[in-house]
């Protein structure tokens, strides 16, 4: 019996004409796939350093053209992400301070995660992909989905660059795993609140703690698991 499967192809980044990384994703949302790489990894401080973005050699390559030289990352860890995430940062060495007054009541929660659920439709469809939002309040403003969790976060910083969009003080829904180096995309990213559907590492715990994310895992329709920040899930918006 022949089912849908999720689309899968490996994605070349160049940055000023120089190869960068090359990453198995999604065959969508490239332009921004590549610009949240570069913003997650720290290679660009915003919209402002980007000159321009061509999708080249039948949408395999993305070239980035950026206003400054900048110096190429040598040494690449692949993460512990599905589809082989990359990144050029040891995580365990960096400092964030998110600071937000941002809170979320266990009703947003869980209604958040439903809406998302109910959105997520190339998941529905084939399976075998994972999910990302944003959100503001009870409202969802972007979502992407991709083979790799890492790339979702990536491709959600893009496009709120693209547009001009704060990721601060919002909250990132996603429904794979809570690894450290996707607290350390959500912290670089400003955002104070992260769900996910599933657990978080012991190593995205600490972090979370130390950078003052709030970390929410194992949410389901009626319950969730508060790993970090507790003290932003309140009973009442206020």
Not at 20 to 40: D, W, Y
Request: charged share 20%; with cysteine; net charge negative.
């Amino acid at each position: 019996m022949r089912g849908v499967v999720p689309a899968e192809d490996l994605v070349s980044i160049h940055v000023n004409g120089e190869p960068l990384v090359s990453l198995a994703c999604t065959p969508t949302h490239l332009e921004e796939l590549a610009l949240g790489f570069l913003f997650n990894e720290g290679l660009i401080a915003g919209p402002g350093a980007i000159e321009a973005v061509d999708l080249c050699d039948q949408k395999r390559r993305v070239d980035v053209w950026l206003h400054q030289d900048i110096e190429i990352p040598q040494l690449r860890t692949i993460t512990s992400g599905c589809s082989g995430g990359a990144t050029f940062k040891d995580v365990t060495g960096l400092y964030y301070h998110v600071q937000s007054d941002l809170h979320v009541t266990p009703q947003q929660v869980t209604q958040l995660i439903q809406d998302f659920e109910q959105t997520t439709a190339l998941y529905r469809r084939t399976g075998g992909v994972h999910g990302a939002a944003l959100a503001e309040g009870e409202q969802i403003l972007y979502l992407v989905e991709d083979i790799g969790r890492h790339n979702t976060l990536d491709k959600i910083a893009g496009m709120c660059l693209r547009s001009s969009c704060s990721t601060q003080g919002r909250i990132l829904l996603t429904s794979g795993r809570a690894s450290s180096e996707m607290v350390n995309k959500v912290a670089r990213m400003g955002v104070p609140i992260v769900i996910s559907r599933t657990s978080p590492t012991s190593l995205a715990v600490q972090l979370a703690r130390g950078w003052d994310v709030t970390l929410i895992g194992y949410t389901r329709r009626r319950s969730f698991r508060v790993y970090a920040g507790e003290e932003r899930v309140v009973n009442q918006a206020g």
